[in-house]
């Protein structure tokens, strides 16, 4: 956050696999399970700090384009949620410097293991079927996605 910036924006990638699970961390430096994600630098395109995000704290490539399904204000600070349902391109998850767990977590799960807030942005992720729909005047429906390029196909 700075003066020109006076809100932080964070991105998080609910990862989910062929099982229609969502891979939940936990990280270092908190104490509950979440999808991860981390702060857009200023300097940084919302698709590169989301792979970059995830990588991180999971070892998971993710494949681009990722669909937007929710963009969240967070109720403890000046900061919004920028949240995309993923699907793994490369790689395993596990544990490293920011990430003390992992798992793969099923819809009923999420709702036992994570906190409100995170349990409601990875439920909405996993109940997104074509994205984000209605905002900023987008028809019903639309889908909102980062990292595309025109025509291009996900990788």
Aim: net charge positive; hydrophobic share 45%.
């Amino acid at each position: 956050m700075t003066a020109d910036r006076p809100h932080a924006v964070r991105v998080a990638g609910v990862v989910v696999d062929a099982r229609g699970r969502a891979l939940l961390v936990k990280r270092r430096d908190g104490g509950g399970w979440e999808p991860p994600g981390g702060t857009l630098d200023a300097a940084a395109t919302i698709p590169e700090a989301l792979r970059r995000e995830v990588l991180a704290e999971t070892g998971v490539t993710i494949a681009l384009p990722a669909t937007l399904t929710g963009v969240y204000k967070d109720m403890t600070g000046p900061a919004l949620s920028l949240v995309f349902r993923c699907t793994a391109r490369d790689g395993a998850p596990v544990t490293g410097p920011r990430t003390r767990a992992w798992r793969w977590a099923t819809r009923t799960e999420v709702a036992d293991l994570a906190d409100g807030a995170s349990a409601a942005r990875v439920l909405d992720a996993l109940d997104a079927v074509g994205g984000l729909s209605g905002l900023n005047g987008l028809d019903s429906g639309a889908t909102v996605v980062v990292g595309a390029q025109a025509g291009a196909v996900p990788r």
